[in-house]
Structures are given as C-alpha cells and as structure tokens.
C-alpha cells in the first residue's frame, strides 16, 4: 500500500460532493464532514482495495476509502445490509455491498434478509421490491430520484386500459416497474427468468410489459404470442448493430455478449444473449480473450475486478439513474435513516403477489 500513501497524503480532508436530504439540498448544506485518509483507514481498507486494484486506480482510493471504512462500521450499528445491483460502480460492488446481483437475485435475497434496514443500491423500483418482500424492514434508498426510463414508462391506468383491451389475458411485467403497474400484474418476471415465467401460464397470449425488446427477444425463444409496450431502457437502446460490427470489424477475435433489453439489430451481432447474471456466469466460465459486454458500464468493470486475465472493451453506456447513487449519498443514508421507501399498504399488498409468484415458480 506504500504507492496509495504517496498518492494522496494521509490526512488530506476528502470534500463531499453533494448534500442529500430535501432539505440539506434546498439550503444546499452538505450532510457530512469532510472525511480524512488517515493510516488507520488505509490499513482498514486495504483487503477491500486487493479486490479492485485493477478497476480502481491508487490515487482515486484515498477519496473513496474514507466513506467505505464509515459505511462498514455504522451498517453493522444500524444492523443493516447492503443490496447493489450489477450496474453499480466497484467500489460500492465490491467494497460495501453485502448482497449482489441481478433484479431477480436482489429480490429474492430482500425476501430472506436478516437485518432491520436494507439500504438499496439500485434504482426506485428496486427499493420498492425490497419493501414489497421486506415490509418489516426500513428500506432506504440513498437517492430517491433513482428512476428508470422503463419504469417511467407505464402507469398503473395504462395497464388497466390494456386489460380493457385485451380481456382475459395475463400480464407478465419485468420487474423494471412500480408498484403501481405490478399491483395490476399476474406476474413478474426479469430479464433472467422471462421465457419460462411467460411459457409458466400455459396460454397462447400474454400482455408483456413493459419493455419492447426484451419483449421481441422472448417472442423469438417462445411459441406464445405477446402483446407489448413500447418502453425502453435508455442505456441499452442507444446500441447499434452497425457499432458492434465496426467494434468486430476492427478486431475479429472479439466475442460479443448483450443483454436482451438491446434492439433486435444489436442482438443480432452478438455471440451470446443473456441477463446480467447470465453474462457474468458466461464470462466467468468460457473465459474469453477478449469481450465486449454491451450492457451498463459499471458491470465491465465489476466482472473484470474478477477477472483480470478478461481483456474487457467498453462502449461506455452509463445509466444516469444509477449513477445517482454514490457513497457519500449511502453514509448519508445511513446516518439520517433516509430516503425511506414507504408504499400505500392498498397497492402493496396486491403488488406484493406477482413478485412472490414469479419466487415461487423459480424455486
Ligand atoms: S439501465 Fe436501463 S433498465 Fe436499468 S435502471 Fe437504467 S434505465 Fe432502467
């Protein structure tokens, strides 16, 4: 650790970034004190830097160390656990978080989950999930305005006008949705679990929403016929085929893994489609040379932290909403016990059945 130490200087004040409560951002007052890279903290510190020296460089770990050594301590105080999902940058991933993974994985830890706070790492529906599974439990969200262009993209009514449409006829939501749109839900599912979830319901048709080319690539693996919604994820639509094949065309060795919320164009040029848990298993196991992993940036990095011998290339996709969250934002939440998620008790108890039924069907 002597090169961190000559790095930054052992004392130097860390400034925050930015201030988190309503009104600590109103009066534009930052929450926390400055944090200092104290000795004590780097040796603290210095198994989780092991695990991302090679996605973190030395002179950015002093301004991160001082706030995972505060997260560690006081998590343990407040008993609680820390979720992250796959997009979130390393040192949140690999160095604070208790439970990782995917929607599906995350949710069905949030069911089991020994602890009296969850703190989310993810987006806004990912938190509503957990409280939906958890509804014991204080469930924070270190930044509240945390969305998804997916979940924005349908309302409870839309789905009850479809149902209008379409009588009968189930509906299967990814669970990239609010309570609102699940609490009208048969079913949920994630990008993991989609086809067998819609091929579960033993009918011809089904409502699919709300993501069209998560929708189109499961009509592709599947004799049922979906319905769909034109929402997008704005992280994987901006994708094209035509840049996988100038990324291919440049190096020919390359292999290429997508996740299926891409258009059909891009997955089209890829050698493998997949969830997120999907694309790092595949990685882990078939240990290419070199791949590029058209998904969300973080996750590159969090997989190659694990797999340095993976030379990683990264069309450097980051989704906003995501990236809200950061580690002075989940110190804050710690000590202010805030953002809490709170769900109106009518629609959670009905949003509550499509999530367990899907937990249920995989287990
Ligand atoms: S990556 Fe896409 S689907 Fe995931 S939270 Fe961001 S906008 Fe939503």
Redesign the pocket.
Known sequence: MGALSNAVPVGTPIPVMEASTPVQRRYGVLPMPSLEWTPEIERATAHLYAKVKDVIPAVEWPFFAPYVHAINRLKKERNAVILAHN?QTPEIFHCVADVVGDSLQLAREAAKVDADVIVQCG?HFMAETSKLLSPEKTVLIPDAKAG????SSITGADVRLLKQRYPGVPVVTYV?SSADVKAETDICCTSSNAVKVVESLGVDRVIFLPDEYLGKYVASQTKVKLILWKGH????ERFTGEELRAYRDADPSIEIIAHP?CPPDVLAEADFTGSTAHMIDWVKTRRPAKVLMVT?CSMASNVQAEVPDVNFIKPCNL?P??KRITLPKILSALVNMSEEVVIDPAIAERARLPIERMIALRA
Do not use: D, G, I, Q
């Open positions: 997009y987006v998804c262009s997916l979940a990239n994820c704005e992280v994987h919320e969300e989704c909403h995501m």
